[in-house]
């Protein structure tokens, strides 16, 4: 019955590598996010993608690059991976624009 | 953009004690207000939210109160309990052009409650 799905959990890459972490929700949502949680635990919002329309974090460098196939959908893609890079990423999704967000369980990111 | 900022950020309390955990937000456009909670390696869960149009609002032991004059919004837990103990971060949002709505959230705060 998961909501927010999220894969991998756990990703260990080196510097300079790309990766993707796949995202899927099965609640009929109209949008999706994606969220980076630093080691402070502060979370901020990457990306907004709600029908078809994307909406970019300015503050997100452009080797990230989310890519959403169909409503259910929204994936992450990563390029030239820094150290910097190694956090938390969460997946969320909702129905509606001001609406409840319902998170995925996270990928945790370690960049070596 | 919008900026939440929260305090405090760590708040230790007896168990049965009460725990308030506040927040102010700069754009007077936001109309949603959020608290999540997040236990150790979780993930964020809802546990309360509040719009513009209402003042207080009250889930058993959780209550949150707006005061959108001051911009400002607060998070009560009464009879706090050791499973209370986790992060809670506050957000703030509005609507964006139908493309969802982009939570801003504050820094955190770690609760403990001690048995």
């Known amino acids: 019955d998961t909501a927010v799905s999220q894969t991998p959990k756990y990703l260990v890459t080196q510097m300079g590598n790309d990766k993707s972490i796949k995202c899927e929700q099965n609640?009929?949502?109209?949008?999706m996010y994606w969220y980076k949680q630093d080691s402070k635990k502060f979370l901020k919002i990457m990306f907004s993608?709600?029908?078809?329309?994307?909406?970019i974090n300015e503050t997100v460098p452009n080797r990230f690059s989310p890519k959403s196939p169909d409503k259910a959908h929204l994936n992450l893609h990563i390029n030239s991976l820094e150290l910097g890079d190694s956090a938390v990423y969460f997946c969320?999704?909702?129905?509606?624009?001001?609406?409840?967000?319902?998170f995925g369980p996270g990928t945790r990111l370690t960049v070596l | 953009g919008e900026n939440v900022e929260q305090h405090p950020s760590t708040l230790s309390v007896q168990e049965g004690d009460s725990a308030v955990i506040k927040c102010t937000y700069s754009d007077s456009a936001s109309n949603y207000f959020p608290w999540y909670k997040q236990e150790l390696g979780k993930r964020p869960q809802l546990i309360i939210d509040i719009r513009s149009n209402v003042g207080e609002k009250k889930d058993q032991r959780i209550a949150v109160t707006l005061n959108k004059t001051a911009k400002h919004f607060s998070l009560h837990i009464t009879e706090t309990q050791p499973e209370d103990s986790a992060v809670y971060f506050c957000a703030a949002s509005r609507r964006n052009n139908n493309a969802g709505n982009m939570l801003t959230f504050g820094g955190g705060t770690r609760l403990m409650v001690k048995p």
């Open positions: 993608y709600n029908n078809k329309e994307l909406i």
């Open positions: 969320a999704s909702s129905q509606d624009p001001v609406d409840t967000q319902y």
């Open positions: 609640l009929g949502h109209d949008t």
